[in-house]
């Protein structure tokens, strides 16, 4: 799979490839760890400044990567790690062999981590598309009457400094979690964005403790 460009060859001449198609768009990788680790770890400028610059023997081109990037894979390499009704075939070496393709700094970079459970046949969704979209809207509308100019995901250190503003006790467990997490700077902040995102689609001025802590959750375990 090409990323963006012949970016590791000695050519002159580069050409669009995959991640600057995605502007404004989705970026998919299913069976994350598979993918080189040279494609993995390419993609941390383009996730992190919404931009990759290519080099060139005559030229320099900037392309833009503002999209949404979703990935998937197993717990481990046969795929039942956290089955209740399988069994792992996969030794301790092979799960943190297949776990080490995917880098702390690559990782760092993605704001949502959602741990999938096996379906059950007494398994029922418990809030319908048409009211996701209103807790969407709600979200976006809370935004617009604080003035943003971004969305919460889009929210640069000023933006965050400014409208991410936490309750005393939320303050509190935030920095309990920096502390025992031993959270990066980058973590800290998309937890608070994502905090802000959540107090929002409640219409809550102040992000709270239960806002903080669902964020949290969401955060790689």
Do not use: W
């Amino acid at each position: 799979m090409k990323l963006y460009l012949n970016n590791y060859s000695g050519s002159n001449r580069a050409k669009i490839g995959e991640v600057a198609l995605s502007h404004l768009g989705i970026l998919f990788f299913d069976e994350l760890p598979h993918f080189s680790k040279t494609v993995l770890e390419a993609l941390r400028e383009p996730l992190e400044d919404g931009k990759i610059l290519i080099s060139r023997v005559n030229s320099k081109i900037e392309y833009k990567t503002d999209f949404l990037f979703a990935a998937a894979m197993n717990p481990c390499p046969c795929g039942n790690l956290l089955s209740f009704k399988k069994e792992c075939r996969c030794s301790e070496a092979e799960i943190q062999r297949y776990k080490n393709r995917l880098s702390e700094p690559f990782l760092d970079r993605i704001d949502l981590y959602v741990q999938m459970s096996e379906i059950n046949p007494e398994d029922s969704s418990t809030i319908s598309s048409k009211e996701m979209k209103k807790s969407v809207l709600k979200a976006f509308e809370m935004q617009k009457r604080r003035g943003q100019k971004r969305v919460n995901g889009k929210m640069d250190e000023k933006e965050i400094e400014n409208y991410c503003i936490f309750d005393e006790e939320a303050k509190e467990i935030l920095d309990r979690a920096v502390d025992r997490f031993s959270l990066s700077f980058r973590s800290i902040n998309k937890i608070k964005k994502v905090s802000r995102t959540i107090a929002d689609m409640e219409s809550s001025e102040k992000i709270e403790k239960r806002h903080l802590l669902e964020a949290l959750g969401f955060r790689k375990r």
